[in-house]
Structures are given as structure tokens and as C-alpha cells.
């Protein structure tokens, strides 16, 4: 049986999983600062994005997430284990996503469609659980086109 201290930490990093996805759909980039620890590794290369710090992340998001004018990015089915003041993740991660198209093709927005694995490294800290490191592994796409990391 779980201890109430389990049940915590485990509504807690589900929280903070969660809290993550607002803050990218929502493009609040600042608020990384209390999802993540001040020297957290975001690895977004599986995608063919970069690794980098949380400035790092932030600045690229913003420079290229507005070529997407919808997306949303659903977590579910978090595997946690937690010792201590420390934790590992592997969260399912839906994520479609609308694309502006490029100069001199016609028509809406493409829609994309990518299923990923958010593996990650929590850190319990003195304002609660952050994230220390995450790596994003790809397991699926559908119409992301090659740019993107796509065969479609």
C-alpha cells in the first residue's frame, strides 16, 4: 500500500507533467522556470530539435513555435518510481499539431500527428518536485513531412 507520502509525491509529479504541457500550449515559456531545476537538460533532439539548458529551450520555443498556430500536448500513463527526493519518469506524450504552411503552398494549416515518451529525472527541491533532465523519445508520427523528423 502506498504511504500518504507516496500518494504526494506521485499527484505531485502528475501535476507538474501537466503544468509542463499548459505552459508549452499555452506558449507561457516563463513559466519553465518552476517546472524545471535552474541547470535542467531538455533534450528535444529525437525530433530533430536541440538539447539545452532551460534559457536555451525557452529561447528556441519561442523562435520557432510560431509556426504553429494550434497544438495541444497530452500527457497520460506516467510510470514514476521515486526514492527519496528523487524520481524517474516515462509519460506518454499525444501530441497533434497545425503548421503554418510555407511560402507558396496553398491551403489550411497541415496537421501532424506524433506519439513520444517525456524519460525524465526529478529532483525534490525546496519549493517542490522540478524537473532535472528530460528527453523526449519519438515513437510514432503521422503527416509531419520530412522537416520534422517524418518520413511523410
Known amino acids: 500500500m502506498l504511504s500518504q ?6 499527484l505531485e509529479l502528475i501535476d507538474l507533467m501537466v503544468h509542463y504541457a499548459h505552459a508549452v500550449d499555452t506558449r507561457s ?42 497544438f495541444q500536448h497530452l500527457v497520460s500513463n506516467p510510470l514514476l518510481d521515486i526514492d527519496g527526493d528523487e524520481a524517474t519518469g516515462r509519460t506518454m506524450c ?3 499539431m497545425a503548421v503554418n ?8 494549416p497541415r496537421v501532424f500527428f506524433c506519439g513520444l515518451w517525456y524519460l525524465d529525472r526529478f529532483v525534490r527541491t525546496a519549493e517542490g518536485w522540478r524537473i532535472a ?17 517524418g518520413s511523410d
Open 29 to 70: 515559456w516563463d513559466d519553465f522556470d518552476d517546472i524545471f531545476t535552474p541547470d535542467a537538460v531538455i533534450d528535444y533532439t529525437a525530433f530533430g530539435a536541440p538539447r539545452g539548458t532551460v534559457a536555451e529551450t525557452k529561447a528556441y520555443l519561442a523562435s520557432v513555435m510560431p509556426e504553429f498556430p494550434a
Open 94 to 96: 499525444f501530441n497533434p
Open 101 to 108: 504552411r510555407r511560402e507558396g503552398e496553398e491551403g489550411d
Open 133 to 149: 533532465e528530460r528527453t523526449e523519445e519519438k515513437s510514432w508520427v503521422h503527416n509531419m513531412g520530412r522537416a520534422f523528423g
Open 5 to 10: 507520502q507516496e500518494i504526494s509525491d506521485r
